[in-house]
Structure formats: structure tokens, C-alpha cells
């Protein structure tokens, strides 16, 4: 019995003695495999390459870490170049110093981009002829934008506006122009271009001012005061030529009637006076008489008529075509 007892307690110490050598005996066989595989790398030829190990991949080495040998020299590891890590398109930030290549472009490859000219200032319109002082030339608005009706404002103070002056010996009324007669003085051509030039700019300050564009404004002027002239001479042609003309017979008419009894009374007067003359006095003075007051009575008559009639067609029919001139100026 005190026999089974004491074998069991040997077995029981040997056990652990025994797996802990084993353990120990491994662990040298390990380094000393270790050991003999650096030393066979160390005193291996420089001609002659190991085999390489297929067991497992080697580990890329970490960028600045140095591999030691067996003669315990250490050389530097080189490192694979570290792809960049800023996207197309990200900016880096200032202080990251590794910078990627070349930037891509806003062009894309393959795309054509157009040159579009750049605008040319516009120059003022030149004359031909020569300005007076404080006018302009006859300026030249054929694409003059169209008026907002959105942006316009009540009146405000704005620069004046120039009067335009016309060509030498012309007339010029807004948008009409028609060359100066010869015979007439230029005092009087002056005059009437100075008050429609004035009349003109003052309706284009006018427009201005309330927010109409300058070249718009040049537009409905001239439009308003060339279709006024327009207006008023076919006003007072249409309306005063037929009114002088019935004038001018009415007036004829009683003239001629107060005519001849004037020269009947002169004739029968140089009769009395000298009885053998009485069959040339009396018929003579009065037909004279009627002939001479039926001029009288026409230049008269025409005159009554006429001239009213014409002031009042072209009065309405001015108007009338100013307001049409005035519409086409800002229309077109």
C-alpha cells in the first residue's frame, strides 16, 4: 500500500519536470535554426542569391526602418514611393508637403472653346461737318434697346441733354430733314433749326429723366418732332388750301359785287361831268370796279379762310402726327 502511494507521487512530480523539458528543448532547437540561417545568409557568396522562401510573402518594410544583418551593421531599408493621397479636384491644405502632380484642368481634353471677342467700346458718332459749341451731331441709334416699362421712375435730375445741329443749309425738324431752300436766309433756316434742336433736346432730358434709355429717349424725340412738322404741313395744306379756295371765291364774289358799284358810281360821276363820256365812263369804271374788287375780295377772302383753316388742320393733324412719330420712335 505505502508502495502504490509513493510510485503515484513519482509520477506525479515527474510529469510537469518532464513536460517543462521538453518545452526548453524546443525552444533551443529554435533559436539555434534561427541562428544557423543568419549566419549561412552572412558568410553566403555575393554571386549567389538564396532561394527564395514560397513558404509566405515578405513584409513590405516600413518607410526609415533599418534591417540589422549578422555582423550587426544596419542599412537602410529604401522605401517605396507612398502613392499621393490628395484626390482630383481636393485641395491640399498649406501645410502638407507632398504635393501631386500636375493639377487637372478646367479645359476638358477634346473640347474646343470658343474665342469670343471681347466688346469694343463704342465711340461717338463723327460729323462731316462742323459743331458749334454745346451741340452734338446727328446721333445714330439703330439698335437702341426698348423701353422698360418696369424701370420707369418719377422725374429726377439729370444731366441736359445736347441739341443735335444739322447739316449746313438744311432744314432739320426732328426726324424730317429736307434741304434749305435758296431763297431762304440762313438767319431765318438758323432760327427754326435753333427751336426744334432746342424743343428736341428738352423732350429728350424730359425722358430721360424718368428713367427711359438715353438712346431711346434721341429716338422718341426726333420721332415726336419729325412727325409733328410732317403733321402740321400736311394739316395745313389739307385743311387750309380748300378753305383759301373757298375763300377766296366767296371773297371774289362780294368783291367783284362791291367792285363794279364803286366803278359804276365813278363812271356815272365823269358822265355828269363830261356827258360825251358817259357811254365809256359808266360801262368802264363798272366793269374795272368789279374786276379790281373781285381780285380784292379773293386775296381777302383766301386769306379769312385759309389761313385759320390751316392753323387749326395743322394744329390737329400735328398732333396727331407727333403722337404717331412719337410711338414709332420708341417702337422701333
Known amino acids: 500500500m505505502k508502495g502504490t502511494v509513493a510510485r503515484r507521487a513519482i509520477v506525479v512530480g515527474v510529469v510537469p519536470l518532464a513536460l517543462t523539458v521538453a518545452c526548453a528543448n524546443t525552444s533551443d532547437h529554435l533559436a539555434k535554426s534561427a541562428q544557423?540561417?543568419?549566419?549561412?545568409?552572412?558568410?553566403?557568396?555575393?554571386?549567389?542569391?538564396?532561394?527564395?522562401?514560397?513558404?509566405?510573402?515578405?513584409?513590405?518594410?516600413?518607410?526609415?526602418?533599418?534591417?540589422?544583418?549578422?555582423?550587426?551593421?544596419?542599412?537602410?531599408?529604401?522605401?517605396?514611393?507612398?502613392?499621393?493621397?490628395?484626390?482630383?479636384?481636393?485641395?491640399?491644405?498649406?501645410?502638407?508637403?507632398?504635393?501631386?502632380?500636375?493639377?487637372?484642368?478646367?479645359?476638358?481634353?477634346?473640347?474646343?472653346?470658343?474665342?469670343?471677342?471681347?466688346?469694343?467700346?463704342?465711340?461717338?458718332?463723327?460729323?462731316?461737318?462742323?459743331?458749334?459749341?454745346?451741340?452734338?451731331?446727328?446721333?445714330?441709334?439703330?439698335?437702341?434697346?426698348?423701353?422698360?416699362?418696369?424701370?420707369?421712375?418719377?422725374?429726377?435730375?439729370?444731366?441736359?441733354?445736347?441739341?443735335?445741329a444739322p447739316p449746313?443749309?438744311?432744314?432739320?425738324?426732328?426726324?424730317?430733314?429736307a434741304p434749305a431752300p435758296d431763297q431762304l436766309p440762313d438767319t431765318i433756316l438758323d432760327t427754326v433749326n435753333g427751336a426744334a434742336a432746342d424743343t428736341e433736346a428738352g423732350l429728350a432730358t424730359g425722358l430721360n429723366s424718368i428713367g427711359v434709355n438715353p438712346s431711346r429717349s434721341d429716338?422718341?424725340?426726333?420721332?415726336?418732332?419729325?412727325?409733328?412738322?410732317?403733321?402740321a404741313g400736311a394739316g395745313a395744306v389739307g385743311a387750309g388750301v380748300p378753305a383759301a379756295l373757298l375763300?377766296?371765291?366767296?371773297?371774289?364774289?362780294?368783291?367783284?359785287?362791291?367792285?363794279?358799284?364803286?366803278g359804276f358810281g365813278l363812271g356815272s360821276a365823269g358822265a355828269v361831268v363830261a356827258p360825251g363820256t358817259a357811254p365809256i365812263d359808266i360801262p368802264g369804271g363798272t366793269a374795272g370796279g368789279a374786276l379790281i374788287g373781285a381780285g380784292m375780295g379773293a386775296v381777302?377772302?383766301?386769306?379769312?379762310?385759309?389761313?385759320?383753316?390751316?392753323?387749326?388742320?395743322?394744329?390737329?393733324?400735328?398732333?396727331g402726327g407727333a403722337a404717331l412719330g412719337g410711338f414709332l420712335g420708341g417702337a422701333l
Open 300 to 319: 381777302a377772302g383766301a386769306a379769312a379762310a385759309g389761313i385759320p383753316a390751316a392753323l387749326v388742320g395743322g394744329a390737329v393733324v400735328g398732333a
Open 247 to 262: 375763300g377766296g371765291a366767296v371773297g371774289g364774289a362780294i368783291g367783284a359785287g362791291v367792285g363794279a358799284a364803286v
Open 168 to 177: 449746313p443749309r438744311t432744314v432739320r425738324i426732328g426726324e424730317f430733314t
Open 36 to 164: 544557423g540561417s543568419s549566419t549561412l545568409a552572412a558568410v553566403q557568396p555575393s554571386g549567389t542569391r538564396a532561394p527564395a522562401n514560397t513558404g509566405a510573402p515578405e513584409a513590405n518594410p516600413q518607410p526609415g526602418a533599418a534591417a540589422r544583418d549578422a555582423a550587426g551593421t544596419s542599412s537602410s531599408v529604401q522605401s517605396a514611393p507612398r502613392p499621393g493621397a490628395a484626390q482630383p479636384g481636393v485641395a491640399l491644405p498649406a501645410h502638407d508637403q507632398e504635393r501631386p502632380g500636375p493639377r487637372p484642368s478646367l479645359v476638358q481634353p477634346g473640347v474646343t472653346v470658343p474665342n469670343r471677342p471681347l466688346p469694343q467700346p463704342q465711340s461717338p458718332p463723327q460729323a462731316d461737318y462742323p459743331i458749334p459749341a454745346n451741340f452734338r451731331p446727328i446721333p445714330n441709334h439703330e439698335a437702341a434697346p426698348a423701353v422698360d416699362f418696369q424701370t420707369l421712375h418719377a422725374p429726377t435730375a439729370v444731366a441736359p441733354v445736347l441739341p443735335i
Open 219 to 231: 429716338k422718341i424725340a426726333a420721332g415726336t418732332l419729325g412727325g409733328a412738322a410732317i403733321g
